[in-house]
């Protein structure tokens, strides 16, 4: 059985990727507007401006949306259903689409404060999501 | 201006077709509307097509054309998933209106339930989600479109029975139309309890995978010929795009469907209300819901009750899908919006036997492709 899908980094995400596999999840924020952008980008989508800088994230967000999949889209995530899909929030204004992990997937709810964590897919760590840590 | 008219209409057996292929069907789906629009191969100078599954190829409309013997003056393949059959009808008709072509021959097709493996048309549409920031997630097209249906039923009191009452006045209308693909009937409790897919999304929320091709002709108003059939006019086109992936939407309660109409509407001199049926983008019972209320057919919050009460049933307020949709009539690719076009003319030529509704004289038609990403409308009028 084939392994689930491994980012490739290109000239864009590389930095990305690279901060991921020391569990750091960076933005870009633009210089010229304010704007901030995920995913990664040669240029700032708003004003086209290539002076971008990286910002590392709190790690704190909320679900904003977000689905229980029962059937898998390929045999690599049939060992993880049924499994959270969810568009995350991040408290620096950026959507991202993460699983949510660590949880009962009952539990999961619109709104719902999770963290960052990360998980390993072969050499490469993914962004992921959990429930906050309780205390 | 020229006007563009759609003088052929014609689509193939719809359902599991072994034996059948990408390029055959693109074939029969052509050689139809060309005989419904009483022309010949020669007549045709402009060919557009769109993809496909098992065949795929970097320059698919010039394999066509190299397989049927047409040498047109205008050829191009265009792809934007679901949106791509209203997008090449659009093209189609820019290119007689501006007097590049006299007939342009728009045609679809893929043989994509018998001609892949098991579960190889959920993969490959999976890959519409972002290489690096959705694939690794698990995404599938269902489970993107599940994201929107959990946010819109939170937000706007959408219930799974609304949602499933979409699919069962789907599968009446295909229980009217020999042709379909599921003629079975269901019930909305058989709905809430098939085999959940993506939370809120069911098996029976979801489309069909099928087999089949459909094609039309777009013709000058002033190309001549004989002419069998009713010409239907093109009266307004128009298209709204705001994303690709489902993480990048601006909006996950308003979408280009809503530019897209608007755009038609204006340039058609109509508006919502004037529209006598529609055949509207379903590839989920959520897609149709949320461009019902996107596109101005219903208020917020209102097309699901609506449904429910038997609005989009043929005799309904806004007979929609009168075919029986993606969900129950099929799904082929590209051709999957044809249908919806090929369906609009028939409703207009008042050639739907068995399913027409009364005296239609406006269609209203809309192609959504990736996750309610790239959206084109027309709206079509007898002449």
């Known amino acids: 059985m084939t392994g689930k899908p491994v980012p490739v980094a290109n000239p864009d995400s590389a930095v990305f990727w690279e901060a991921c596999n020391e569990k750091r999840f960076l933005i870009q924020s633009c210089n010229s507007c304010g704007e901030k952008q995920f995913y990664p980008r040669a240029l700032c989508k708003s004003c086209h401006s290539k002076d971008l800088e990286w910002q590392e994230v709190s790690g704190r967000g909320k679900v904003k949306t977000f689905t229980v999949v029962n059937h898998a889209p390929s045999p690599a995530f049939k060992a993880d259903l049924p499994y959270v899909l969810a568009l995350i929030d991040l408290e620096e204004g950026v959507r991202a689409m993460m699983n949510i992990l660590d949880c009962d997937v009952a539990d999961v709810h619109i709104g719902m404060d ?19 840590s309780k205390g | 201006m020229k006007k563009a008219i759609i003088t052929g209409a014609y689509d193939t057996d719809v359902g599991e077709l072994p034996g059948s292929s990408c390029m055959g069907l693109h074939a029969d789906a052509a050689l139809g509307a060309i005989a419904d629009a009483g022309l010949n191969k020669s007549d045709i100078d402009g060919v557009l097509c769109a993809y496909s599954f098992t065949e795929p190829h970097l320059m698919l409309s010039s394999v066509f054309c190299e397989y049927m013997g047409l040498q047109p003056k205008f050829n191009a393949a265009i792809v934007v998933g679901g949106a791509t059959a209203c997008i090449m009808v659009m093209q189609a008709a820019s290119l007689v209106e501006s007097g590049q072509c006299r007939n342009v021959l728009v045609v679809t097709g893929d043989n994509r339930l018998t001609g892949m493996a098991k579960g190889g048309a959920v993969a490959t549409l999976a890959k519409v989600g972002h290489g690096q920031f959705e694939h ?66 069911h098996v029976l929320d979801c489309c069909l995978i099928s087999d089949g ?139 739907a036997e068995g399913r027409q509704v009364e005296d239609s004289q406006l269609a209203f038609v809309h192609g959504d492709g990736g996750i309610l990403s790239a959206h084109c409308s027309l709206v079509l009028g007898r002449v």
């Open chain 2, 136 to 201: 690794p997630y698990g995404m599938s097209v269902p489970a993107a479109y599940a994201l929107v249906a959990t946010h819109y039923m939170n937000e706007y009191g959408v219930t799974s029975e609304q949602l499933a009452s979409i699919s069962v006045t789907a599968r009446e209308h295909a229980m009217m139309n020999s042709k379909a693909h599921r003629q079975t009937p269901i019930t909305i409790e058989d709905v809430l309890n098939s085999r959940m897919i993506a939370s809120p999304l």
């Open chain 2, 213 to 351: 091709g459909a094609a039309i002709v777009v013709s000058a108003a002033d190309s001549g010929g004989d002419r069998p059939k009713t010409s239907i006019e093109i009266m307004g086109t128009g298209q709204g795009h705001t994303h690709e992936h489902i993480m990048a939407a601006p909006s996950l309660s308003d979408f280009g469907c809503k530019q897209a109409a608007r755009t038609a509407f204006e340039r058609a001199g109509v508006t919502a209300k004037d529209i006598d049926v529609a055949e509207i983008y379903d590839s989920f019972t959520i897609t149709l819901l949320v461009e019902l209320e996107s596109i101005g057919f219903f208020e917020r919050g209102e097309a699901g009750p609506a449904c429910l009460d038997g609005a989009l049933k043929i005799g309904g307020r806004l007979p929609c899908n009168t075919h029986g949709g993606l969900m129950s009539y099929g799904h082929s690719g590209a051709a999957g919006g044809m249908f919806h076009v090929v369906e609009a003319v028939r409703q207009l030529r008042h050639e």
């Open chain 1, 114 to 132: 999770v963290e960052l964590t990360f998980e390993r897919r072969g050499k490469q760590y993914i962004p992921q999501a959990k429930p906050v």
